[in-house]
C-alpha cells in the first residue's frame, strides 16, 4: 500500500511528507554511500575508531541510551586475546598452563 504512494513521488516528497511525522522511514542507501555521508561526523551513534592493525575509521557505537549516555564504538579484541579465559572454563589450570608453557597459547 505505501510503496505504491512512494513510488509515485521523489525522495524529496516523500521526506517532506514524513518528516514531521512518526514514522520511522530513511531513504535506502548502499554501504559505500552510507560512508561518504559527511553527516555520519556529527552523527551521536558514529565515532571515530582505531582498530589496532587497520587503523582509524569511522564506526557504529551502541544505539542503546542508558541514563542520558550512548556506548561508543570499541576496538574488535585481538584473535586469541580470550583463548586462556575460554580454555579456563572447559580444562583444568595445570592443563591450561602447560599450554602456555608450550607456547600453544599466549596469555
Do not use: I, M, Y
Given at each position: 500500500m505505501i510503496g505504491a504512494w512512494i513510488e509515485a513521488r521523489t525522495c524529496d516528497e516523500v521526506a517532506r511528507v514524513l518528516r514531521p511525522t512518526s514514522v520511522l522511514w530513511s531513504r535506502y542507501r548502499t554501504s559505500a554511500e552510507l560512508a561518504r555521508d559527511p553527516t555520519l561526523v556529527r552523527h551521536p551513534l558514529f565515532a571515530p575508531l582505531t582498530q589496532p592493525g587497520i587503523g582509524g575509521y569511522l564506526a557504529p557505537g551502541s544505539p542503546l541510551v542508558f541514563d542520558g549516555r550512548?556506548?561508543?564504538?570499541?576496538?574488535?579484541?585481538?584473535?586469541?586475546?580470550?583463548?586462556?579465559?575460554?580454555?579456563?572454563?572447559?580444562?583444568?589450570?595445570?592443563?591450561?598452563?602447560?599450554?602456555?608453557?608450550?607456547r600453544v597459547i599466549g596469555g
Open positions: 550512548q556506548a561508543g564504538p570499541s576496538p574488535a579484541p585481538e584473535l586469541g586475546s580470550h583463548t586462556a579465559e575460554v580454555l579456563a572454563e572447559l580444562l583444568p589450570s595445570a592443563r591450561v598452563e602447560e599450554l602456555r608453557a608450550r
